[in-house]
């Protein structure tokens, strides 16, 4: 185990529904991501909290609302979804310090993923 | 526009050959390039790291090799296994700016 759970693992939602994914990591790290991974695309990065401040949002539609209450967990909050959201969501975490280089200089640990399916 | 590039999206090789995987990025300056192996429904998991400084990098059958000239990192595994087999990311940072991802090669090593 890489030390990053995530819940729930599968998620069958309507469009209509709210739910959570949740991630949690064990690591004593001070940065979490969010990842979208659908078929046949890359790994999209969706958003970066570092020290629980929010560092990065790569135009994520609104839909999609991150929390980050302390350095050890992550929440996704989904609410009216399209089916075009169904993914792979993946949580990580690395230690982060933009005086030791930023994001690269770290490897990331990546939580197993939660199989989101929209209908 | 911005650029990562894996050489094939599926690459078949016999047991006990190297492989090899390249990752050409457009437009990036990355300080550092790191390589990931991912298993079918499972999260990438870390298997290298390569400085902008550093030529070359080796951890047990890996090697890592890292040209800003020509804007490619090459991923060498020696002595391939079918455990080997897997989807196998690049990803880079961008000073900082931001962490991006390669599509990845998926690698079957056939016995």
């Known amino acids: 185990e890489t030390g990053v759970t995530q819940t729930p693992r599968h998620l069958v939602m309507g469009m209509t529904n709210k739910k959570s994914l949740k991630c949690e990591q064990h690591?004593?790290?001070?940065?979490m991501y969010w990842y979208k991974q659908s078929a046949k695309k890359p790994l999209e990065l969706m958003f970066v909290?570092?020290?629980?401040?929010?560092?990065e949002n790569n135009s994520v539609p609104s839909r999609f609302s991150p929390e980050c209450p302390n350095s050890s967990h992550l929440f996704l909050h989904l609410h009216t979804l399209q089916p075009e959201d169904s993914a792979l969501y993946l949580c990580?975490?690395?230690?982060?310090?933009?005086?030791?280089?930023?994001?690269?200089?770290?490897?990331?640990?990546f939580g197993p993923g939660t199989r989101l399916t929209v209908l | 526009s911005q650029k990562i590039e894996q050489n094939s999206e599926a690459l078949n090789i016999q047991e006990g050959k190297t492989a090899t995987l390249t990752c050409n990025y457009t437009?990036?300056?990355?300080?550092?390039l790191q390589w990931y192996r991912q298993d079918p429904g499972r999260g990438p998991v870390f298997l290298l790291l390569?400085?902008?400084?550093?030529k070359e990098k080796r951890k047990e059958r890996l090697k890592v090799t890292f040209d800003t000239t020509l804007k490619q990192s090459l991923f060498h595994i020696t002595a391939s296994q079918p455990a080997d087999s897997a989807t196998y990311l690049c990803?880079?940072?961008?000073?900082?700016?931001?962490?991006?991802f390669g599509p990845g090669t998926r690698l079957s090593v056939l016995p």
């Open positions: 437009n990036y300056s990355p300080a550092y």
């Open positions: 390569i400085r902008e400084n550093e």
């Open positions: 909290y570092s020290l629980e401040e929010r560092v």
């Open positions: 990580a975490s690395s230690l982060y310090s933009r005086a030791s280089g930023g994001y690269g200089n770290n490897e990331q640990f």
């Open positions: 690591l004593g790290h001070n940065a």
């Open positions: 990803a880079l940072d961008n000073y900082g700016q931001n962490f991006v």
